[in-house]
């Protein structure tokens, strides 16, 4: 069965500080990986996706992840965190060809001045 | 470009009162899908839309949803009779993919309804 887990309900980070969000998924097959985020009253934004190749991804408001095979994570990073990236963000995991995205619980992160 | 857009923001009903949900896709995609998301949770997938053909509702409680997409683009979530359980915020998506391939593309969200069921 397809699964995904984001293991922190909740992360703190001082800004200016490097940030980590940590994802981890089950899927058998070759997974489309992605990151959104949920600002208070507002929808799932996408902020990037993993299909193939390079194991960077790049994504809006300087955000990355990386891709392991290995340990099957992809974890949410920026290098330097913003009080304006404080909000809800969702891993999310679907099988190549396969339009059912598999949710994580979510990561409520906070970015203190 | 336009994203997804939903109305009502915001819905207050009393329970067994009727309820309906109205989204309009990103102009082009073909592919929409309603889900529901409660408090602290991910979505919850209720339906999906290749066109007008709704592909999979597994997930519908068919006995008080419904939904249509009658002309393949904007479409409707109804709820008759409302119940307390049903209150959550309803988020609508799009996306445009190659139909008859399985090759999915990013769905991308509207800012969802937020509705209360007292």
């Known amino acids: 069965a397809q699964s995904v887990a984001q293991p922190e309900d909740q992360v703190n980070v001082a800004e200016g500080n490097p940030l980590t969000v940590k994802c981890t998924y089950s899927?058998?097959?070759?997974?489309?990986l992605f990151w959104y985020v949920q600002y208070p009253n507002r929808g799932l934004q996408f902020l990037l996706k993993?299909?193939?190749?390079d194991n960077l991804v790049k994504g809006s408001y300087g955000f990355e992840a990386e891709f392991n095979k290995s340990q099957t994570s992809f974890h949410l990073k920026k290098p330097s965190a913003l009080v304006s990236d404080s909000a809800l963000y969702f891993c999310?995991?679907?099988?190549?060809?396969?339009?059912?995205?598999?949710w994580g619980a979510g990561t409520k992160l906070i970015i203190k001045p | 470009e336009a994203g997804v857009v939903q109305s009502p923001r915001y819905k207050i009903i009393e329970k067994k009162q009727p309820v309906a949900f109205w989204c309009n896709p990103i102009?082009?995609?073909?592919?929409l899908y309603w889900y529901r998301q409660n408090l602290g949770q991910g979505p919850e997938l209720l339906i999906r839309?290749?066109?007008?053909?709704?592909?999979?509702d597994s997930q519908l409680p068919k006995d008080r949803f419904s939904a249509e997409r009658l002309k393949g683009v904007d479409s409707t979530l109804k709820i008759q009779p409302a119940e307390l359980g049903d209150s959550a915020v309803y988020l609508c998506?799009?996306?445009?993919?190659?139909?008859?391939?399985?090759?999915?593309?990013?769905?991308?969200f509207g800012p969802g309804t937020r509705l209360t069921v007292l």
């Open positions: 999310a995991v679907s099988r190549h060809s396969n339009y059912q995205l598999i």
């Open positions: 998506a799009s996306s445009l993919d190659v139909l008859g391939t399985e090759i999915t593309d990013t769905q991308y």
């Open positions: 993993y299909i193939t190749g």
């Open positions: 102009s082009g995609h073909n592919t």
């Open positions: 899927v058998s097959g070759n997974p489309y």
């Open positions: 839309y290749e066109n007008e053909e709704a592909v999979d």
